[in-house]
């Protein structure tokens, strides 16, 4: 399971529509039009998408810190 770092869907690899592969990694996209919004401003999606990664991950460290 991935996510499309678009539209925020997930889905599965070989579902894709359409994958681009950028700065080494490989994103996947639920419809072609969701890929041509990516190729367009791909630095706007990365930034998006590592954003929540790393928001996930400091969310794990304040309950750690709690127990
Ligand atoms: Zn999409």
Known sequence: MVKDPVCG?????????GTCRYQGRTYYFCAPGCKREFEQEPEKYVHKLLN???????????????Q
């Open 52 to 66: 929540e990664i790393h928001v996930h991950n400091s969310n794990i460290q304040t309950k750690e810190n709690q």
């Open 9 to 17: 869907m997930n889905i599965e690899e070989e579902q894709a529509a």
